[in-house]
Structures are given as C-alpha cells and as structure tokens.
C-alpha cells in the first residue's frame, strides 16, 4: 500500500488530561491499542494543579512505554491552563482524597517507578490543539478527560482550524444524573464552566460521555490482586481512589470516568448516544457547572448545534475492552512470564 495511502488510514488522537488516577487507566488503555497514533497529550488545572498534571502526564508516558509490550513512540506533552476561563480556583481538599495529593495515588511513592520524564515542551498546549485540529483534520479525534479551558481556548484563537475534525469526546457533565461536586455539577464542567458551554454550543461533533454512563462504569479492586509489576504499579495507583470509594459508598471498586471517554473514542458503539442541544450554568451560583441537556421529546428534528449525549452503556462490553488493554503490558501477568 503507498505510503500516502497507508498515512490517510492513521487515525490520530490528542489527549487532553488532568492525570489524575482514572485519567492514568485512559492512557494505559489507550497506548496499549493501534486505534490511535498519538500525536499529543496536553494537560490542564483539575484534580491537581496544572504543574503536577504536566509532570505526571510526563511521567506517566515514561511509564507507560516502558511497559508496553509492543512499544510506541514518545508521545510528547504540553502544558496547558492553570485556570478557569473565568479565573476562579478550585478547592482540591476532596480531589486530594481521591487522587492523593500529588494525584497519582502512590504509584509513584515507589521511587523506581520514577526512572524517567517523558518529552516535554514549552509550547502551550492551547496553541497544539489548533496545530493539531488544522494538522490532521478528519483524521484526528481529540479527547478530553479533565477541564475544557485548553479546548475553549484553542477555539477561541482559530475556530476555522477545527472545521475537519472528526471527533471531540468530552468525559464530563450529566443528564439525568446529579452531579458528583455538587448536586447540580459533574467536576471536569464544574471546574470550567464557561469553557464547557462555549465547546458544548460550538456546533463541532462532540460526544458527552458523561455522569449518565461513566458512574455504571465499575472497576472491583479485587481484579488487580496477584499479576506482576505492573499491576503492582496500578494497586498503588488506585489505593487512595479505593480507600475514597469504600468510605463514600461502602463499595470495593472505583468509577472508571475516563478510561470510559478514550474507550468509546476507540468504540463507540460502547454507548447510545442522542443528539441533545447541552447549555450549561456557567454562573457562580448554586448550578455552577449544570449542564443542561434538552431531552424533551418535542425538541424538533433538527437540533441546533446538537452534542451526541451517551446515555446507554455495554457495560460488560467496556470492562472486557478495558481489562484486554491492560494485558498488553509486560508485568499485568507474572513478571518474566
Ligand atoms: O467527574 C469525573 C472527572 O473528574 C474525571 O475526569 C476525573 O479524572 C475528574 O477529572
Ligand atoms: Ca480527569
């Protein structure tokens, strides 16, 4: 096959992130797959600041590659926004409880697991989305895991440049769900508000994969006993999350938020979607971050600028698509096996 015709089959991918323990299981899964080559992962404030997520993005990519089976190319990493479009912050106390403090559980309390920083850079990471989005056009997927500010402000500078994008899955918001910051909220809108409203009403083919499918999306602790270094490494990643989940809910598993969005970028049929105009509260008031999805069934045929709002799940369908991802990785079995 020619080489020009064999690169217009590469689907690429940019994640954006705030790693953030379950944004760490999405890469994992995602590194571990063909579907996607890698262009870029860029990070955002969130879970931790936007400092720590840039440099455990870096470390993360190091990790990652050093346990893959069949190894990828460095995937470099940009730092992105340290705030809100609107300028708030965020109190990160309860985030702290779920990601630790330095947001990767204890992973990397293992001093060994910190042998190496992936690539990194200085470019913004607003500024390669628009490369990126202009770049590679309907063969780039982009996906958010964290905060949307990177995204709206890439929109912002060059909307033209995304006019070809082939994909935008967004992990976050809620339908039917309450919100799991505040009743109204799901965290990665909560955070940026404005930002979500201005990517959910941008008109571009955005899928939500939000509160309404990922809080089925139940990963039990117990699956990670035994195994090798890797799972070892991933029993560290997790303990805090579990310790969280088993005090807040009295349940032995964690909420596989993101790994869900990167899976269904990779397969989508993992989700039903219906196409639903997505406004969102982007006050400072009691529905910060709500995100207003219009269900009513007299909503019109056509839906102005519509979002393609997941709201049914396979759920056996994405653990088995999860779990036979992290198998690719030397050290999930007995090492040396
Ligand atoms: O609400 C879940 C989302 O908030 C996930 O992306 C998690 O990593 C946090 O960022
Ligand atoms: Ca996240």
Request: aromatic share 6%.
């Amino acid at each position: 096959m020619a080489e020009n015709q064999s690169e217009s089959l590469v689907r690429y991918a940019l994640v954006d992130c705030d790693p953030g323990v379950d944004d760490a299981l999405a890469l994992a899964i995602g590194f571990a797959s063909p579907f996607f080559r890698y262009d870029a992962v860029t990070t955002v404030h969130g879970n931790v600041s936007a400092r720590l997520a840039y440099r455990n993005a870096r470390r993360l990519v190091a990790f990652l590659r050093d346990h893959l089976e069949s190894p990828i190319p460095d995937v470099p990493v940009y730092p992105g926004a340290a705030l809100a479009l609107d300028g708030s912050r965020l109190n990160r106390s309860e985030s702290r409880m779920i990601h630790g403090p330095e947001g990767m559980g204890a992973m990397f309390d293992n001093k060994k697991r910190l042998r190496r920083l992936g690539r990194g850079s200085s470019k913004p990471a607003w500024e390669v989305i628009v490369e990126q989005a202009a770049r590679r056009g309907s063969a780039l997927t982009i996906i958010t895991l964290g905060p949307l500010t990177n995204l709206a402000l890439a929109l912002r500078r060059a909307p033209g440049a995304f006019s070809r994008v082939k994909r935008i899955v967004v992990m976050g918001g809620a339908a039917r769900m309450p919100g799991n910051v505040t009743p109204a909220a799901e965290f990665n809108i909560y955070c940026d508000p404005l930002a979500a409203k201005e990517v959910f009403s941008s008109g571009l083919p955005v899928t939500m994969v939000g509160l309404d499918v990922t809080r089925r999306a139940l990963w039990r602790v117990e699956e990670l006993e035994g195994g090798g270094s890797f799972r070892a490494a991933l029993r560290d990643l997790i303990r805090v999350y579990a310790r969280f989940s088993k005090k807040r809910r009295g349940a032995d598993d964690i909420t596989l938020h993101d790994p869900l969005a990167l899976a269904v970028a990779m397969k989508p049929d993992l989700v039903e979607t219906i196409p639903c105009r997505v406004d969102v509260d982007a006050s400072r008031g009691v529905a910060r971050g709500m995100t207003l999805v219009d269900l009513r069934e007299n909503r019109g045929a056509r839906v102005k600028n519509p979002v393609d709002v997941a709201l049914g799940l396979d759920l056996k369908g994405f653990l088995a698509f999860f779990i036979s991802h992290l198998r690719k990785y030397r050290g999930w079995d007995e090492d040396g096996k």
